[in-house]
């Protein structure tokens, strides 16, 4: 049953949420060939006052871990005591790739490339399917969780549609060293989102099968902001100014010239120059030796943790902002503002 909204009682697979109320429940889908059932857990808090509808969403790749971690431990906030509208958490979308240790579907098909889906499509049609028309279709915003690609790690940033101004309030408010203007992909959640008039923001951070400390911290500290930005929790009391977010006007990924075993010698967050030496190529023995330059001047937003290469891979990935700013100086003061600010009534982080 598609999710309707009445006021302020949700309605979702035939259950009422009512107002401050807490409701956890399974939407089922297709089962495993072993006759097995398979569902996307949701967790829905209701706010006892109207407000916002906001969705926060982890794993739509199965191997991307940070967000199913960010949304655990925003669910154990004591805030959400005084939640203004409604929160609908979705830790696990894709399922059968968490299960699997896996970025897709059983059918090598991509989840975010899949949206808005057919309730008669593919695997990955229906199960975006399931999310457009129980999940998104009746919210007013939305966060999507996600990290670097395998063996691929992110510095903390927000991808978004900062050309909508409420998309571009909303992505200020999240407070990450780097925001992209990234173009809206064909099928992709959040185009869907922007065809429904949702705006929303795409969260990158960490690695792939890894959590990440710093960037589950920022995560959580990021979807808590945009909460109150939205006036879905009370007012928090003024504290020191924020760091600076940098607008990347353009960015691009640096590729292995050759193949070999790549040893980085350049940070994440590292600002660079054009001609900047990033890393070296080498065969085993070392008889030759190939540099890997950066080919403009920017910041290293996400790089390859494999030191094995193969020609044309993707390495090292360079925002360029305009005028060729200087950003080394409030990168560090983001993280300095991090480790002193304690995590958000967060658990011990894990060793």
Not at 101 to 122: E, I, K, Q, T, V
Not at 197 to 203: C, E, T
Request: charged fraction near 20%; proline fraction near 7%; charge should be neutral.
């Amino acid at each position: 049953m598609p999710t309707k909204l009445n006021g302020n009682v949700i309605h979702i697979n035939g259950q009422d949420i009512l107002p401050g109320k807490r409701v956890t429940l399974d939407l089922p889908f297709a089962n495993f060939y072993t006759h097995a059932p398979v569902s996307m857990p949701v967790q829905v808090v209701n706010g006892k006052k109207p407000g916002p509808r906001l969705f926060v969403s982890a794993a739509i790749h199965g191997d991307e871990l940070n967000g199913v971690e960010i949304i655990r431990r925003l669910l154990k906030l004591k805030k959400l005591e005084h939640l203004r509208g409604t929160l609908i958490a979705v830790p696990v979308v894709n399922i059968f790739g968490l299960i699997h240790h896996s970025r897709y579907l059983p059918d090598r098909r991509d989840l975010n490339r899949s949206f808005p889906g057919s309730d008669c499509g593919s695997l990955a049609a229906r199960l975006a399917h399931l999310f457009m028309t129980e999940i998104v279709a009746h919210c007013t915003h939305g966060i999507d969780l996600h990290t670097g690609a395998y063996h691929r790690v992110n510095l903390p940033q927000v991808r978004a549609h900062l050309d909508d101004p409420e998309t571009a309030r909303l992505a200020r408010a999240f407070g990450v060293p780097v925001m992209l203007n990234s173009v809206l992909r064909d099928a992709s959640l959040r185009e869907a989102a922007a065809a429904r008039g949702i705006p929303m923001l795409l969260y990158e951070a960490g690695e792939a099968l890894r959590f990440d400390e710093d960037s589950i911290n920022v995560g959580l500290k990021g979807v808590v902001s945009v909460m109150h930005a939205l006036d879905m929790l009370p007012p928090r009391p003024p504290t020191s100014t924020p760091s600076e977010s940098f607008v990347a006007h353009s960015n691009g990924w640096i590729r292995a010239p050759h193949s070999g075993i790549l040893r980085n010698i350049i940070a994440l967050g590292k600002q660079v120059s054009k001609g900047d030496v990033l890393g070296i190529i080498a065969d085993p023995f070392g008889e030759e030796e190939i540099l890997v330059r950066a080919t403009s001047a920017g910041m290293i937003i996400g790089r390859t943790n494999l030191p094995l290469v193969n020609e044309g891979e993707a390495l090292f990935h360079i925002a360029r902002f305009a005028g060729n700013r200087e950003t080394t100086a409030q990168l560090d003061a983001f993280r300095e503002e991090q480790r002193r600010q304690p995590l958000v009534e967060g658990d011990p982080p894990p060793i």
